[in-house]
């Protein structure tokens, strides 16, 4: 079988021959420094250049997609941020967010489809990119990771204790503009939708805030790409020990964890598939063997998809990251 293939039927639940090995861009990036020392325009702005950088992740490293676009910026950008568009050695990142309150952001950023943005260059990526034997993975940034990309995280977050009506009412609206993202990325041609929200941890929100501010968001994405036929991959960072059983109700294709997770325990609780979940810190510093050794305990842990298991440092090397790839190929 080809690897659109593969990832499909293991998403739907169905046997395969062996794991895919993917790193689905957005978060999970591996347009690592290494990679990009022959592309000469901006990757995260360029099409061409997206495009290309895509296709060389698949061919050079040996990750079983293509996925875009590499950063968690773009859902911010149209709402008042401040971004920097990032290089070859600095993934983009935000400068400055927007120090209107809430109410005004919401009246004044129609949560429409931006045109002439980054997110249009991210669509059309995705169109040059879709193909029969690839799948090709459009990646949104969580609701509550996007909210607290377009406003200070200390301030959201103190809003959910003493005004949480009106947080809901922002990370609704904002989830809403996700969805209609995901949306088009689907009709551009994206085979499935991974969402990373790392600020969206029990860490983080403690399990009633993440029941209360999260998990709805959750529910409202799934059931808006169920009604279109899309599988979604849900990624989660930070231990999950206060809110696995609340992930568990979600009917999602598949869930994906940081290393601090441990995937056995995790797979007698969850009744979904699982992703991940290779320590980056390990994939950026190695030895090669090791990342064998971790990569064989993923695969023995009974992950359904291997990949790493957060955002990638752009100094990882190639070496490493392909270990990891042909480990999980030539291992069956």
Do not use: W
């Not at 676009?69 to 950008?77: D, I, L, V, Y």
């Not at 992930?247 to 601090?260: E, G, M, R």
């Amino acid at each position: 079988m080809n690897e659109k293939e593969r990832l499909l039927k293991v998403l739907k639940g169905e046997k395969v021959d062996r794991p895919p090995v993917i790193c689905p861009g957005g978060m999970m990036n591996a347009a690592v420094t290494e990679l990009l020392e022959d592309i000469n325009a901006n990757h995260n702005t360029d099409l061409d250049a997206m495009v290309a950088t895509s296709i060389k992740v698949r061919e050079v490293i040996g990750f079983e997609n293509y996925g875009v676009p590499f950063c968690m910026t773009c859902e911010s950008e149209p709402f008042g941020v401040v971004v920097s568009e990032g290089d070859k050695n600095n993934e983009p990142r935000i400068l400055q967010y927007n120090e209107s309150n809430l109410e005004e952001i919401m009246r004044t950023f129609n949560p429409s489809f931006p045109v002439n943005s980054r997110s249009e260059t991210v669509l059309k990526a995705i169109e040059a990119l879709k193909n029969d034997k690839v799948p090709v993975i459009g990646n949104i940034t969580g609701p509550i990771s996007t909210a607290t990309s377009i406003v200070d995280p200390l301030k959201l977050f103190k809003m959910l204790r003493k005004e949480p009506d009106e947080a809901y009412m922002f990370i609704k609206y904002v989830n809403d503009y996700l969805i209609k993202y995901a949306k088009r990325m689907v009709e551009a041609g994206a085979d499935l939708i991974v969402i990373s929200d790392p600020t969206a941890t029990g860490e983080i929100l403690g399990q009633k805030n993440f029941d209360k501010f999260a998990m709805p968001m959750y529910v409202n994405m799934l059931e808006a790409m169920k009604n279109i036929n899309t599988p979604v991959i849900i990624h989660i960072c930070g231990d999950t020990k206060t809110i696995i059983d609340s992930l568990n109700s979600l009917d999602v294709a598949a869930l994906s964890f940081d290393s601090i997770v441990n995937m056995r325990c995790a797979k007698l609780k969850l009744s979904t598939r699982l992703m991940g979940n290779v320590s980056t810190l390990l994939l950026q510093n190695g030895p090669v063997d090791k990342v064998i050794s971790i990569t064989k305990n993923a695969m023995d842990s009974g992950v359904d998809i291997v990949s790493p298991a957060c955002g990638l440092g752009m100094s990882t090397p190639i070496r490493n990251l392909k270990a990891m790839t042909d480990y999980v190929k030539g291992s069956m």
